[in-house]
């Protein structure tokens, strides 16, 4: 079973540019996340989908970061403007029941 | 405020040494989990532990969680290069996970 696909794998801007991380979960997987982890951090939640609905998104900053699911399977992660402290690494983990799997992350670094 | 404190931030040992990395709060969870997570990958799940007082084996690692359950740690035995990663331990609120900030581990042959 092929696991969570995401790209790019890594990404170097400069801050007030625009990126995009694209995440395609587990055939199946209803629920899809994307998490930000700073270096040093744990994964912190930013969004939650239940198919091509929100469930969560009250840590997102949604002056700048967007989020989208596409027909409820492929999902995109937008930071516009970039600033220096969004240098992490975006993870995007999906479930059909419980589990999480996660997928490999997209390492940003805003220079 | 980190609602889960890991420690040690870091720690590195030789191959064939034990290792035990901990995981603490003040709140009490109905479960507690620990991940993996190896360079360049995103974590994996090893073991979720709901009992107070539970003891959970996985070949060489053992789990436990505190009697009040506000509290566990993950002890490797014989500790192999392979076990180098970060270890982070999180609560699952609802499938919101919040994780402490990970001990890192390195095994050195």
Do not use: M
């Not at chain 1, 969560?56 to 937008?78: I, N």
């Amino acid at each position: 079973e092929a696991g969570v696909a995401q790209s790019p794998r890594y990404k170097i801007i400069e801050k007030r540019q625009s990126v995009a991380f694209w995440c395609n979960p587990i055939s199946g997987h209803a629920t899809l996340y994307w998490y930000q982890q700073i270096l040093g951090q744990g994964p912190k939640l930013l969004i939650q989908f239940q198919n091509n609905g929100v469930v969560d998104d009250s840590q997102l900053p949604k002056d700048r970061f967007s989020a989208e699911r596409l027909k409820g399977v492929d999902s995109t992660l937008k930071i516009q403007p970039a600033k220096l402290e969004d240098s992490a690494v975006y993870l995007c983990a999906s479930s059909l029941v419980g589990t999480q799997y996660f997928g490999p992350g997209t390492r940003l670094l805003v220079l | 405020t980190q609602l889960l404190e890991q420690s040690p931030q870091f720690l590195s040992i030789q191959e064939g040494e034990n290792l035990t990395v901990y995981c603490n709060s003040s709140s009490v969870f109905s479960s507690l989990q620990w991940y993996r997570q190896e360079p360049g990958e995103g974590p994996v799940l090893l073991v979720t532990v709901v009992t107070g007082g539970e003891v959970k084996k996985l070949k060489r690692l053992t789990f436990q969680f505190g009697d009040a359950r506000k509290d566990s740690s993950l002890h490797i035995t014989a500790a192999q290069p392979g076990d180098t990663g970060l270890y982070l331990c999180s609560t699952d609120s609802w499938g919101k996970l919040q994780f402490g900030a990970g001990t890192q581990v390195v095994v050195t042959p």
